[in-house]
């Protein structure tokens, strides 16, 4: 067996850009500022904001060019005042290695926000799915690929 890659995806679960798009004109105050918070689900663990995924190693009794790594966790988004509602969750990769693929929930990652989650209801849990895609014929290595999370309402 073959190890591939030492891949510590550090997901990047702290979303300092978590922000409401736009505040409402007039004089109604703010809707409050919006939080991400990233919750592991059963089998996972988090330290902090990091889904260490450890190595990733190919079999060679299986008949694929790529190895893949499948990881879930649980995102809840709020607001600060409680106030409830939804949010468009967007996901980037932040320096990307060109020797993995990542996903969220089938989505393809690059350095561009792609649009995760255009209605995630603001106070519940939501479980995503995060595929890591490795080719066979990769070098061997660390790499640290820090995913970066937006949360956004039309408020």
Request: overall charge positive; hydrophobic content about 45%.
């Amino acid at each position: 067996m073959k190890t591939l890659l030492t891949l510590m995806l550090a997901v990047s679960l702290i979303a300092p850009s978590a922000r409401a798009a736009r505040r409402r004109a007039g004089g109604t105050p703010p809707p409050g500022d919006l939080t991400i918070t990233f919750v592991p689900m059963a089998g996972e663990s988090l330290l902090g904001d990091t889904l260490d995924v450890g190595s990733v190693a190919h079999r060679g009794d299986e008949r694929r060019d790529v190895t893949k790594v499948t990881r879930t966790v649980g995102i809840r988004v709020t607001r600060t005042n409680g106030a409830k509602g939804v949010a468009a969750l967007r996901a980037w990769v932040e320096a990307p290695d060109a020797r993995v693929v990542l996903r969220v929930d089938g989505v393809v990652l690059n350095s561009v926000p792609r649009l995760i989650d255009s209605q995630a209801p603001l106070g519940a849990v939501i479980v995503h799915r995060i595929e890591i895609e490795v080719p066979v014929t990769a070098a061997e290595g660390a790499v640290l690929s820090s995913i970066r999370w937006e949360a956004t309402t039309g408020d």
